[in-house]
Every structure is written in C-alpha cells, then in structure tokens.
C-alpha cells in the first residue's frame, strides 16, 4: 500500500508552458476568416490575448495524469474518514448516469420529452421514503446541509400556517457542524442540548429546554459517537407533547439500512446524504445530494417543483402555494440520482439491509482489535464508526493530529480527527461494509505500530508525512488565504 512516485511539488502548468507549443492539430479552414471584431462588437474584445498555458500532448496528459495521483480516494486507497461514510463507488453507476439518454439530457428539456428522467426520480424518491419510513422525499437539495436547511424551513412554514411563534431549536453538543449553521440561516436560535456521560442526549436537559418557543430538535442517528441514541423514541415523543418537531440527520444511515427507520422512530424529518450512504462519489467540493423526507403534515411546504405521476404520465407540479419555494437550478443533482438509484436497484431490500449488518460488523471489528492499544471514546458495541481517543498518546506528546499525519506514510487515509468535538483527541474511524478483513486488519496493524512508535521513537511521527507531495501544511493559512490563481511571477 505504499505510495508510488512521490515527488517535490509538480510545477503548474503554466509554468511548463513554452510559447508556440500546441497539444492538437486541426486542418486549416475552409471558411474565410472575418476579423474578430466584425463578430463580436468592440468593446467585449480583450485587448491582448488571454495569457493561456501552451504545452504539447505529452506535457497535458502527463500533468494532469500526474495530479491525478497526488490524492487520496476511494478507488486508490482505504479511507476511514468518520461521518463521511467514503464507501466504494460502484462503476455500474457510472455507465448507467453516463448513459446518453440521462447524461445528455438537457435540463431545460419537456417534461413530455423527459418521461424516463422523470420516472426515475419518482421512484427514486418513492425508494428513499420506504427505506426512511418518511411518507414523501423532494430530490432537490445538493448536499445533506441544503436538506436541513429544506427541512427546517418546512417545519417553520408549519409551525407559521398554524399560528404559531417558536423561535428556538434545539441541538445536542455532539452535533455535526452543519446542523447549528442550518438551523441559524433559516432564523432560529440554535440551543445547545448536553451530553450524558456515555455520549447520549441528556434527557433531563433536553426536558428543562423544551418549551412552547422550540419549533424542533434535531439529533443524528447513530449519535456521532458512533451509538445508537438508546431513548430515541422517547426523546421524540417528549418533543411531540411540547409541539416540537423532531429532525433526523440521516448522515449516518448506512448503519441501520433494512434494520430500522426514521419514520418509525417517530421523527417528522430526515435527510439523506446519497453521497454517503447511496454510493455516490463525494467529488473534491462536486456535487453532492441530500435529499430530504417528510411525513404527511409537512407535505403541503415542499420545495417546488414536486414530480407527479398521473396515470402513466410524470410532471412538475408548481401549483403549490404554501411550498418554501424552489432551492436550486433546474431539479436536482440528476446524475447523483441516477447512480443512487442504479444502488438501490442492484441491492435490493436484502442487499441494503446486509450492507448496515456489514458496516456495524467492520467498525465493531476494528474497535476490539485497537482497544488495548487507544482509550475507546464510548463503550461499544459502536454502529458503523468508532471512535477513539489519543488521549493516552498525548501524555507521551502525539496527538490525534500526529496520528492522522503517520498514517499518511503508512498508505491509509486518515481518519476523522477532533470530531465529534466532546471527545478529547478523537479519532473518528468508519470502514464501510465495502472493505475486506485483510484491508482492515492492515489499517489496524498500522495503528498499532503507531501507538507503539509513540512509545518507543516518537520522532518518525512528528516528522510525518514524508511521503506525500507536501508535508504539514498551514491549515488555517490554506483555509483563510487561499491561492485560486496563477499570475505571473513579478519580475523580469
Ligand atoms: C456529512 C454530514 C452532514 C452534512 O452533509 P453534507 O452533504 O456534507 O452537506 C451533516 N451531518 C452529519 C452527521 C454528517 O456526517
């Protein structure tokens, strides 16, 4: 698993660039030319041309092929990020979006003219409502924190068509990022929920909270600690008696596939990441999929426009006054929709039930096998991802940071690290129900051997990565002053 063909930092292509060199050659034209300002008016015509890289064939095909590898994915490597559910892409779902008919559909196109799309997000949608329990799905969000954001406007559309002023909602300290920014931009004061000592929602805390201005809480399930939350039908029933919504985050589906479902656990709402738990590639900041599923009440405030089937015929249906409205262009990530619904097909109700069976197998697997050498961050049995702590190593000067870093080396992807945020030095690890014991029992011999290496020559860690294109990088500086541009060196 080591990686091949590290090298110092590649030049950019632009700085390869050689004045002439051209990677194409095409017959001369058999029209005659008209200057350039006879087509375009004048002053939309730049006054020298765009600086462009010139390079040959060989020069773009080995750049581009070259930074290729210089990542880290799925298809290349194990990668345990936690929450993130990095499960393999099956290839059947790229022929299948890439088909003409789907792949080159035009958005704009009649719905008359667009009947097999259509019908294959109605019963996408219809798929997703009965793996969730929810009695309707609206594809439109692009990623698991547009759903929330739909999802929370369409409970306070609710709460608003019933007369009601609920200003608050309510969100577990273990809570992923997203669902305090989510619930902000749709107008609400987020309150913090506490955690008990194993990791689950403090109910006395969440019962000294609710009252008639909570218009909803919202938890993930599994927790984020990789548990299943123990009262959740109970939690969701308190909500109910005060008036309150209750929201699933459903990034962490993958755990309970076939097994249970958010509809019958009691709650109103739930998203989907199809990138996480459906397969579809995560893409580098691409596109992403987070549909969203209601039960009945909440119907009337979809986002428009809604996919109907009459008779045999599919349409948009816009005619719907108390809708939040549309969230993005065109309908929907489709292509994400059509590899979702290419998984769903080829696994069946069996399939996706043995896929959680599987994940819940690999995570538990990898916590007994690194108990002995990391403090386990809850007592298990953990659902699909573990979460450990290198609270030990840090005493001895590594942290979870330094880990992740090792890692590297080692030829794995790292692991979540810092998150969940209560757990001091969290390593958050998911396999997946896509790798093998072999996969997964070298990751584990790696994470021994570093925890022993903390004890032993601590160095060789501190010093990693040493094999990657760059080294430690200034995280904060990359995230606040990134460099998105070439220009030309000053100079002369
Ligand atoms: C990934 C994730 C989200 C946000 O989903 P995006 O698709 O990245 O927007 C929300 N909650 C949890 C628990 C997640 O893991």
Redesign the pocket.
């Given at each position: 698993m080591e990686r091949q063909g590290t090298r110092a930092y590649d030049k950019l292509i632009f700085e390869i660039s050689s004045p002439g060199r051209i990677a194409y050659s095409l017959p001369d034209s058999d029209v005659p030319e008209r200057p350039l300002g006879e087509l375009l008016p004048r002053e939309q015509l730049r006054a020298k041309p765009a600086e462009l890289p010139e390079v040959s064939e060989f020069d773009i095909v080995r750049h581009y092929s070259r930074l290729s590898q210089m990542n880290y994915g799925v298809d290349t490597h194990f990668y345990p990020l936690?929450?993130?559910?990095m499960k393999y892409n099956p290839k059947i779902n790229e022929d299948m979006a890439r088909l003409a008919g789907f792949g080159r559909l035009h958005p704009m196109t009649p719905a008359a003219s667009a009947q097999g799309a259509l019908q294959l997000m109605y019963d996408l949608g219809l798929a997703l409502a009965e793996i969730s329990g929810m009695d309707a799905v609206s594809l439109q969000p692009a990623?698991?924190?547009?759903?929330?954001l739909s999802g929370v406007l369409m409970i306070r559309a609710y709460h608003r068509s019933r007369g009601e002023k609920r200003t608050k909602v309510l969100i577990p300290d273990s809570?992923?990022?997203?669902?305090p920014a989510s619930t902000a931009l749709a107008g609400y004061e987020v309150i913090e929920v506490k955690s008990d000592a194993e990791g689950a929602v403090d109910l006395g805390d969440l019962e000294r909270h609710l009252g008639p201005d909570v218009a909803a809480f919202m938890i993930?399930v599994p927790n984020?600690l990789g548990n299943f939350e123990p009262r959740v039908v109970e939690i969701a029933e308190l909500c109910h008696a005060k008036g309150a919504q209750v929201y699933m985050?459903g990034?962490?589906l993958n755990a309970i596939l076939g097994i249970t479902r958010p509809g019958d656990l009691g709650f109103d709402v739930c998203?989907f990441?199809l990138?996480?738990t459906f397969t579809t590639p995560h893409g580098g900041g691409g596109p992403?999929?987070?549909p969203v599923g209601i039960k009945a009440h909440l119907e009337p405030f979809l986002p428009t426009p809604v996919i109907v089937k009459q008779d045999d015929t599919y349409g948009f249906d816009w005619k719907r006054p108390k809708s939040i409205g549309k969230l993005q262009a065109f309908w929907g990530n489709f292509g994400m929709l059509v590899r979702a619904y290419t998984y769903i097909r080829t696994m069946g109700a069996d399939g996706l039930r043995r896929v959680s069976e599987n994940a819940v197998l690999n995570a538990n697997y990898i916590m007994k096998r690194l108990e002995a050498h990391y403090d386990v961050a809850a007592p298990g049995p953990c659902m699909h991802e573990c979460v450990l702590s290198a609270r030990r190593q840090k005493k001895l000067g590594v942290t979870a940071m330094d880990v992740a870093k090792r890692l590297l080396d080692l030829g794995f992807y790292a692991p979540s690290t810092y998150f969940p945020m209560i757990v001091e030095e969290a390593l958050m690890i998911e396999p997946t129900e896509t790798e093998s014991k072999e996969t997964l029992d070298a990751f584990c011999d790696a994470m021994i051997q570093i925890a022993r290496e903390t004890e032993t020559d601590p160095r060789v860690i501190h010093a990693a990565p040493l094999t990657t294109p760059v080294r430690r990088l200034d995280q904060t500086r990359a995230a606040r002053e990134p460099a998105l541009r070439w220009s030309r060196p000053a100079g002369p």
């Open positions: 936690g929450s993130c559910t990623a698991g924190a547009q759903g929330e809570a992923h990022g997203t669902n993930t984020t985050d990034a962490n998203h990441n990138h996480k992403g999929s987070g």
